[in-house]
């Protein structure tokens, strides 16, 4: 098939577009052409490279007819943030195409209540992020179900592969806080460290767009939690990574408040929402519906991460 990627080069496709290289799929890849992906693949040779910058022609009006003028057969779309660029791109390709991949979030699911979340459960959404990706999935099922558009909504957790710095047990991106568990150093964590994180392996992303495409007739229409089988506590994500670099755990606990001041803001604002949050997700529908298997759990995604880091001294161990 004569497949279209809209952000190709980043976390995602640096699995997905070899995967459909070697199935066998015609691939081109729409992006900026400020990235190459985080690791080599001789697939790439053969993928057709157009760039494009979303935003600005979201702005005139032009990126939606730009994807159809492409004539693919399915459109696996990375990287829309917005309503309204949804909104856009289906008007562009509505009776174009056979299928069409949107990437949303667990994000969309706001602040968790009953876990592991199911994908029908009721949304409590905040953050801008969270609030248009909850709305453009909303929409695409909309159409899907009912106005015969063929779309499928993934909704990865927190992306995480070698090349990139995962979210830590602080609840943040600074990776020298695995440079302290590495030395056995004491780590502060906020409030008691029960809030959860939802790990997934890019490679597993991947994966689950591949399956939704090949299952099409069971995943138009339907969404997807693509995620690692288990969410981890902070507490539980730190005691683990303690463990993997041979030292005893060595943690303290500080309420929220007093906590923050111990980090910069930029720190503060991201583990606050990510422990707003709190996802757990299940994954029992994607594994149904479209044979869906993630290969790592979230330790063993977050530690081949972290041996990246460590091979490439952002991590001293």
């Given amino acids: 098939m004569r497949i279209v990627i809209i952000g190709g080069s980043g976390h995602i496709g640096t699995y997905l577009v070899p995967m459909l290289v070697e199935g066998g799929h015609e691939v081109i890849n729409v992006t900026r052409g400020q990235r190459d992906p985080y690791l080599p693949h001789a697939a790439w040779r053969q993928v057709q490279q157009i760039a494009a910058d979303r935003e600005a022609e979201d702005a005139a009006g032009t990126f939606g007819a730009r994807i159809r003028d492409l004539e693919p057969e399915v459109v696996i779309d990375l990287i829309c943030f917005t309503e309204d660029s949804s909104r856009q791109i289906v008007e562009a390709l509505r009776g174009r195409i056979s299928h069409f991949l949107h990437c949303g979030t667990i994000w969309a699911h706001g602040h968790s209540t009953r876990t592991p979340a199911t994908e029908d459960q009721a949304r409590q959404p905040f953050g801008d992020y969270g609030i248009q990706k909850w709305k453009i999935e909303s929409a ?17 957790g927190h992306i995480v592969g070698p090349g990139y710095a995962p979210l830590n047990p602080a609840g943040h991106f600074t990776p020298t806080v695995f440079t302290q568990i590495a030395r056995g150093e004491a780590l502060c964590l906020p409030n008691l460290g029960q809030e959860t994180v939802h790990h997934v392996h890019a490679a597993d992303v991947a994966q689950a767009f591949y399956r939704a495409m090949a299952r099409w007739s069971s995943s138009i229409g339907e969404n997807f939690h693509t995620v690692s089988p288990a969410a981890l506590s902070l507490r539980g994500y730190a005691e683990a990574m303690y463990d993997w670099f041979g030292k005893p755990p060595a943690l ?36 149904r519906l479209i044979g869906y298997a993630p290969r790592y759990s979230s330790l063993e995604a977050v530690q081949e991460a972290v041996s990246w880091l460590i091979d490439h001294s952002v991590v001293q161990n």
Wanted: proline letters at 8%; one cysteine or more; glycine letters at 4%.
């Fill in 252 to 287: 303290t606990y500080l309420p929220w408040e007093d906590w923050r001041k111990t980090v910069t803001e930029q720190e503060a604002a991201a583990t606050w929402d990510h422990i707003a949050h709190s996802p757990c997700a299940s994954i029992e529908k994607a594994r």
């Fill in 140 to 156: 695409l099922l909309s159409e899907a179900r009912r106005g015969g558009f063929p779309a499928t909504v993934l909704m990865p």
